[in-house]
């Protein structure tokens, strides 16, 4: 049994309990009585003195780089008035720089004027004046109208499908005129559909590559079809597109896009053929959008009219930076083609990020072949300069194919 003194001395550790519980009941009570307006202003002083001893956030030397190249330097973020064109003016083309102007205040701020000229390393001359209204009707409508000249010498052919050698390597050279204009309402934000009208002037010549043949010592018209005809085409286009990536330089959602397109030969329908092409893009970001999955899918496929041919240099092409860029440019080319590319990409500090690829895709002769089988395959990493508007630059690296390696540093994104 417990003793009377224990008991004792259990009885008085259970009135002090009791004791400081009451104490602090009171003094809480009493504190709850105060006025709450001086509570809410002790509490928002508490806050002031807080916000004042944090420094704001100061970017990077690296970052700041970045913002100053995508607000002052670089054409493809959209810089107002006069803008260095800089860049790539198609695959292959090398080092490409100009000069631009824009302004987007045309018609009291309705309208977007983009005129610029630009020649390459390697030759290539390239003029464009583009005049777009892109939100009329209540930003419903679309509207835009552009005139272009191509001038590109040295362009690679391989031959024609899957089975094309890379020792049939030659070059020819293709000048185009463009006219054209289209519509597109968007019926919500991030749909847009409508269709259009060009007018191209393809003229072929002898290939300026000294380092292999041009294509006529190599290739005749059956090889090659198209090779000894003057086409003028009228492309009449039907397309929709939705777009609701975030943000400009994707971090999530998707971009799809499907094109139909009719090349009419103005000249007696010997080389009209019709033209389909599915672009499909989806960003799946994580761990606060400093990760990303990047995949695309694109499969383009062609008809001729009886009796007529698709000319080789209308053809869908795989190979080079934005394709299966464990090849060289133009590796692959034929009437149909399909690719499948992925990215892992990551951040490694703000504004370079690093990306490991896998690209995958073919051409095929006949539309029954647009299959999986037999695909050309490459893998490697790379580097991605950026904002969160846009790529500036990037350097990939590209292995795994039976093409050699590759490395390809260029000014732009690839998806």
């Not at 552009?146 to 050698?165: L, M």
């Not at 049939?168 to 597109?184: E, K, N, V, Y």
């Not at 009886?306 to 299966?324: H, I």
């Not at 440019?329 to 990020?353: D, T």
């Given at each position: ?11 008085d550790v259970f009135s002090i309990s ?298 869908p092409t795989l190979g080079g930076n ?94």
């Amino acid at each position: 049994m417990m003793s009377q003194h224990a008991c004792g001395m259990l009885f008085d550790v259970f009135s002090i309990s009791r004791l400081v519980v009451l104490v602090s009941l009171v003094a809480t009570t009493a504190a709850y009585g105060q006025d709450a307006t001086t509570r809410a202003e002790a509490d928002r002083q508490r806050r002031a003195a807080k916000n004042e001893s944090l420094e704001p956030y100061e970017p990077g030397g690296f970052e700041r780089a970045m913002h100053f190249v995508e607000d002052r330097a670089v054409f493809i973020v959209g810089r107002e008035g006069f803008y260095p064109k800089l860049g790539s003016l198609t695959t292959g083309s090398g080092f490409a720089y100009g000069l631009g102007y824009r302004d987007r205040d045309l018609f009291d701020k309705v309208a977007v004027v983009d005129l610029w000229a630009a020649t390459s390393t390697r030759r290539y001359w390239a003029t464009e004046a583009r005049l777009t209204f892109p939100r009329l009707a209540n930003k419903r409508l679309m509207v835009e109208s552009w005139a272009a000249h191509r001038d590109y010498p040295q362009e690679d052919f391989f031959g024609i499908g899957p089975a094309s050698v890379r020792a049939d390597q030659t070059s020819f050279a293709i000048r185009s005129d463009f006219l054209g204009a289209r519509a597109g309402i968007r019926p919500l934000p991030i749909l847009l559909a409508g269709g259009g009208l060009e007018y191209q002037r393809p003229r072929l010549g002898r290939g300026k590559d000294e380092r292999v043949p041009s294509i006529e010592q190599r290739f005749n018209a059956f090889a090659a079809p198209g090779l000894a005809q003057r086409v003028d085409y009228l492309r009449s286009t039907a397309f929709v597109e939705l777009d609701y990536r975030e943000p400009r330089n994707a971090r999530r959602g998707g971009w799809y896009r499907l094109d139909f397109s009719r090349y009419a030969d103005r000249g007696g329908g010997q080389q009209t053929f019709n033209r389909v092409d599915l672009d499909l893009r989806q960003f799946v970001g994580f761990l606060a959008e400093r990760r990303v999955l990047a995949g695309r899918l694109l499969v383009s496929t062609s008809d001729a009219a009886s009796g007529a041919a698709m000319p080789f240099y209308l053809m869908p092409t795989l190979g080079g930076n934005d394709t299966l860029r464990g090849f060289r440019e133009y590796r692959f080319r034929g009437p149909h083609g399909m690719l499948a590319q992925g990215e892992y990409r990551w951040e490694i500090w703000s504004g370079l990020e690093g990306a490991l690829f896998y690209d995958a895709g073919k051409v095929a002769m006949s539309r029954r072949d647009l299959n999986f089988d037999g695909l050309e395959r490459d893998y490697g990493f790379g580097f991605r300069f950026n904002t969160d508007q846009a790529i500036m630059f990037r350097v990939d690296a590209g292995f795994g194919s039976r093409d050699g390696k590759h490395l390809y540093i260029v000014f732009g994104g690839i998806f």
